[in-house]
C-alpha cells in the first residue's frame, strides 16, 4: 500500500470518528477538552503528539502536487503547526480554544471535520 493512501485511510477513520463524536456527544468533547487543558502535562503531550505526527506525515509525504496528494501534506504541516504552538505557547492556545468551542463556530465544527474525513475517505479507501 502507498504511504500516501495510508496517512489518508489513518486521517478519514480520525476525523470521521470525531466529527460523530462531536455530534452526538458535544458536551462530553467540551468536559474533555476543559480537563485536557486544565492539566498542563496533557496539553503539553497533545503538542508533542501532534507534532511528532505532523512530522512523520511531511518526512514520508512532502508532495506538493495538484492534486489529492496535498491535502495530507497540508495535514502533515497543519498538525506539526499545531503541535508547535501548543508547545510554545500553551496559554494563548488554550484561550484562543476555549473561546472557538463556546462560540457559533462549534456548531459547524464537526460537520467541517466530517466532510473532510468523507474526502480522506474516498481517497483513501474508494479512489
Not at 466529527?19 to 487543558?37: I, M, P, Q, S, T
Amino acid at each position: 500500500m502507498e504511504v500516501t493512501t495510508l496517512i489518508a485511510r489513518i486521517i478519514a477513520i480520525a476525523y470521521l470518528a470525531f466529527a460523530v463524536g462531536l455530534l452526538l456527544n458535544r458536551h462530553h468533547y467540551e468536559n474533555l477538552l476543559d480537563e485536557l487543558y486544565r492539566n498542563t502535562a496533557s496539553t503539553y503531550l497533545s503538542g508533542f503528539l501532534a507534532l511528532v505526527f505532523g512530522m512523520l506525515i511531511i518526512h514520508f509525504h512532502n508532495r506538493w502536487q495538484v492534486d489529492w496528494y496535498v491535502l495530507v501534506t497540508l495535514a502533515g504541516w497543519l498538525a506539526l503547526i499545531k503541535g508547535v504552538v501548543l508547545i510554545a505557547v500553551p496559554r494563548q492556545v488554550v484561550a484562543f480554544t476555549r473561546r472557538v468551542y463556546r462560540g457559533p463556530v462549534v456548531v459547524g465544527y464537526p460537520w467541517a471535520i466530517g466532510l473532510l474525513g468523507l474526502l480522506f475517505a474516498y481517497v483513501g479507501f474508494v479512489r
